[in-house]
């Protein structure tokens, strides 16, 4: 009698989500080390200028997956943090040179206790045949999100200017040695650098690579750290996402009432500068650009004048 078949068994894989190797696969099975770097004679061989000979040491012992450095020139980072020695579990990002790496979880065929490495290495290489720069670092921001990949770039003091693609529209991001100097959107200079940081956290999809350091100066230089940055940006997304049911479209337009029956000295300086920028601009998302006050305060004053019947909605 035959017996049951067997139910694919789960294991670890280190899934190259950005970087040279981008769309490479690495399983690590069970007691069993692999050794990360530049060395041919490794098993996961990542040829790239900032990867050491023998850059990291990964392995799964007694249900625990742990990486340690070994003494590589440009270190090893998880989840932003540089580590000497790290316990891994899935959904950790791990950065070693210029490549990005996910922890995941993958099913083993049954009667398999580990998938093909050989396999796994020519994928990898068939991967990196694909790249056009061995520095150019080029990934999704719907699997790995902008914000953590800020702090990664932060923590390892990374230069260079970070391109963000969502939909129609394209971010910069300048960073010296990981500290964001300058960012845009579009080109447009009416929304200034936090404003435009601020509003490219909120982007959930599109691709992202990082070019070459521009050393060009800005009359609007940063000098906020990149962790405070971070910090304040994601306090505006939260917002920004609480008050998103209320909020109108960016197609939409904001008219002014006719007859006006609320007076306007009752308006507040600002609440005063967003009625008049609405009288002339009219359609929500030119608002929102053409304002001096961040998206998220941009917003609340929006909220309140239409509240308030100083303004109202048309589709």
Do not use: C
């Not at 069993?32 to 790239?48: F, P």
């Not at 003091?157 to 040695?177: A, M, N």
């Not at 002014?256 to 009219?282: R, S």
């Amino acid at each position: 009698m035959a017996s049951p078949q067997e139910a694919p068994k789960k294991q670890f894989a280190l899934r190259f989500i950005s970087g040279k190797y981008q769309g490479g696969e690495f399983p690590i099975a069970a007691d069993r080390e692999i050794y990360i770097g530049r060395s041919n004679e490794l098993d996961v061989v990542l040829v790239e200028d900032m990867v050491s000979r023998k850059h990291a040491r990964i392995s799964w012992n007694n249900d625990a997956l742990i990486i340690e450095d070994l003494g590589s020139t440009n270190g090893t980072f998880v989840n932003g943090e540089k580590i000497k020695r790290a316990r891994l579990k899935e959904g950790d990002r791990v950065l070693v040179g210029t490549s990005i790496v996910r922890v995941a979880m993958i099913d083993t065929p049954a009667g398999m206790s580990t998938a093909n490495e050989a396999e796994a290495r020519a994928k990898l290489q068939t991967a990196a045949t694909r790249s056009t720069s061995v520095k150019t670092m080029t990934g999704s921001i719907d699997e790995l999100p902008l914000v953590d990949l800020l702090q990664l770039f932060a923590t390892s003091k990374k230069s260079g200017v970070l391109v963000v693609t969502h939909d129609d529209d394209v971010g910069r991001l300048f960073l010296r040695k990981g500290q964001i100097a300058f960012a845009s959107i579009n080109e447009n200079t009416e929304l200034g650098p936090l404003k435009s940081i601020y509003r490219l956290l909120t982007w959930d999809t599109g691709t992202f690579e990082m070019q070459g350091p521009d050393d060009r100066e800005f009359a609007e230089e940063l000098s906020l750290s990149t962790e405070a940055i971070l910090m304040e940006g994601m306090r505006h997304l939260d917002e920004v996402r609480r008050l998103q049911p209320q909020l109108p479209a960016l197609t939409a337009r904001l008219v002014v009432p006719q007859p006006l029956t609320p007076a306007l000295k009752d308006l507040t300086e600002k609440e005063l500068v967003l009625f008049q920028l609405a009288w002339n601009a009219g359609r929500v998302g030119t608002i929102l650009d053409r304002s001096r006050f961040s998206d998220l305060e941009t917003w609340e004053i929006v909220l309140k004048l239409t509240q308030k019947q100083y303004l109202r909605v048309e589709a």
